[in-house]
């Protein structure tokens, strides 16, 4: 027609544009060219267009007035509403601006709208062509990707190769969709210009698989011998071994695990099930491992005396004397990492490592694989530790080479007082080791039952630190509970050695002023002033401070200087059900 030019005519069939319904855009065609409604190929556009569209059939007003049917162009086919019952659409819109020029002329809207009646009814002709033209041209479409459909089938079959990946993964790919758009058939010969380089990326592809393979291999092999390595450390009674990275570099999970992807057998021989199964269930396997085992404690242990200040130590069974302890097994072998100077969860109370924390460590967020190589020389001894050690040694009158030195330590309990930060910090053997980070030199002394009852006038409560500052949601409402108290704070203790030995001094000061308060005149000296000077006497009963956990946290940071509190720092006036006393 001569509304159109040549650019505006290919725009009007092949431009695109955007979707009635979700105004994303689509290369369709128009679903009808009388009244120009464009849908993309969702179903979903289509049924929402028929429910609430811009449409309107014939045979409603004002359609069905004649006189305005005349003047509308309308949909020449019915695709747009999914119907395969004919039905002529009109534009909504379109009807009620003409019924609207009727009914304000009704008798000369005809006249007027003569020129407009002539070009719809030639428009609609080219519509109609139009859409028969499309038709076709669908229809060829169709018959065309059928076609390169079954060649590729054919070809892929021909050659032993995946018709997805020939699709997907090769070039061969590309050339088919861009036949079909172009609505061309692909031929051999198309096939054979780019036939060396769709072999070559096929050779590429089943190199990448098989690589994909080892990997996905290899890393489930790694994960067989994590688990075995888990179940170990598991077991009772629990036994001395080395890290995950460590434990892996040992020849008999060398050789089942691999040392890369590229060292696991293709195709594969062992799943990673029968990895597991060999670990334990395999005899000699099982054997070697044990004795791999062995050997590499012995090194460590001979590295680690070394460190502890016995380089030629030798082992206690070769020892005439069998009752003598090697240095790693004693009470006194604490280990710091020099490295990363840092504990796993389990020895976070100690704040240090012993023999078997030694050989299990390992430097978290240390990418480099030499890193976690582990060394004796990695590691010195905590001298603040081993120090204060063997001064409770010493007041139990014990050697640390002594194999009951262990369990005399056990036995002591809650009965050690640290002389250097206050009367009321008791704890056992085991706090003792973390508290003694706090000072340079640490003074100790082991008291007796009738004093540890005066001391403490709140009975302690193990592991309070750790199990209040859980994860389990309903310990917030514990840590809110004004429920706990300081242990530094003199009112916490109910009568200790120490206020023992300030009560003459005490005494004294108030005699010197009584003394003084006789010598000024009467009127300066009251009964107030004596009485006022009486209170500086300790009392066996004082009130005692009460905090929430946030709270005596604040209170030990800015009072008393301890970023870190500890069970030996602070107790809780009521008893705290932790979560798993409740289980049992």
């Not at 080395?242 to 590229?262: A, C, H, K, N, Y």
Request: net charge positive; glycine share 4%.
């Amino acid at each position: 027609m001569s509304i159109f030019t040549e650019v505006s005519y290919a725009a009007f069939l092949f431009g695109g544009g955007n979707c009635e319904i979700c105004k994303k855009h689509t290369e369709l065609p128009y679903a009808a060219f009388g009244t120009r409604i464009r849908l993309c190929h969702l179903d979903a556009c289509k049924a929402t267009f028929k429910r609430t569209g811009d449409h309107t059939p014939a045979n409603l007003y004002p359609i069905s007035d004649g006189r305005i049917k005349q003047c509308l162009a309308y949909a020449e086919n019915n695709q747009c509403l999914m119907q395969t019952r004919f039905s002529t659409l009109y534009r909504l819109s379109d009807a009620l601006r003409e019924a609207n020029e009727c009914l304000a002329d009704p008798d000369g809207y005809l006249e007027k709208k003569k020129k407009k009646i002539a070009f719809i009814t030639k428009y609609m002709e080219f519509c109609n062509s139009l859409d028969k033209w499309k038709q076709s041209r669908q229809n060829l479409y169709n018959k065309t990707v059928a076609a390169n459909e079954t060649f590729s089938n054919q070809l892929a079959q021909e050659k032993g190769w995946v018709h997805w990946d020939l699709m997907s993964s090769t070039p061969y790919g590309s050339m088919h969709r861009l036949k079909n758009s172009r609505i061309e058939r692909v031929t051999r010969r198309d096939y054979d210009s780019i036939a060396d380089e769709v072999k070559r990326t096929f050779v590429h592809l089943a190199i990448l698989r098989e690589r994909k393979a080892r990997e996905a291999a290899y890393a489930n092999t790694r994960y067989a011998v994590e688990q075995h390595h888990q179940r170990l450390r598991s077991q009772l009674p629990h036994i001395v071994l080395p890290s995950l990275d460590v434990f892996r570099r040992l020849p008999i999970v060398q050789l089942l695990q691999g040392t890369s992807p590229e060292t696991v057998d293709f195709p594969l021989k062992e799943s990673p099930h029968d990895v597991s199964t060999t670990l334990r269930k395999e005899k000699w396997v099982v054997e070697r491992l044990n004795e791999e085992l062995c050997q590499w404690r012995e090194k460590v242990r001979k590295g680690l005396a070394a460190v502890l200040g016995y380089p030629n130590w030798i082992t206690s069974n070769e020892n005439t004397n069998s009752e003598v302890l090697h240095p790693v097994d004693r009470v006194t072998a604490r280990f710091l990492c020099k490295t990363c100077s840092r504990v796993a969860s389990r020895y976070r109370e100690d704040d240090c490592l012993d023999y078997a924390g030694a050989c299990a460590h390992f430097c978290p967020g240390k990418k480099d694989k030499q890193v976690n190589v582990w060394a004796a020389g990695r590691f010195v001894k905590d001298e603040k530790a081993i120090a204060v050690l063997q001064k409770l040694l010493a007041l139990c009158e014990t050697d640390a080479s002594c194999p009951e030195a262990a369990a005399t330590l056990e036995s002591l309990g809650m009965a050690i007082q640290c002389t250097s930060c206050g009367p009321g910090i008791v704890m056992n053997s085991r706090s003792l080791v973390g508290h003694s980070h706090r000072h340079e030199k640490m003074m100790i002394r082991v008291l007796s039952k009738e004093e540890v009852s005066n001391v403490l006038l709140h009975p302690p409560q193990p592991f309070i630190v750790r199990n209040v500052t859980g994860s389990e949601p309903r310990l917030k409402s514990v840590r809110l509970q004004l429920n706990f108290g300081c242990r530094h704070c003199p009112s916490s203790s109910q009568y200790s050695s120490a206020q023992v030995e300030t009560q003459p001094q005490l005494e004294r000061q108030l005699t010197l002023l009584e003394t003084e308060s006789s010598q000024q005149p009467k009127s300066m000296s009251s009964p107030e002033a004596s009485t006022s000077a009486k209170q500086g006497c300790p009392k066996t009963k004082q009130v005692v401070k009460r905090f929430s956990f946030p709270g005596i946290n604040s209170h030990l940071k800015e009072k008393h200087g301890i970023s870190d509190p500890r069970d030996e720092d602070i107790f809780s006036f009521d008893p705290i059900e932790l979560p798993s006393q409740k289980k049992k």
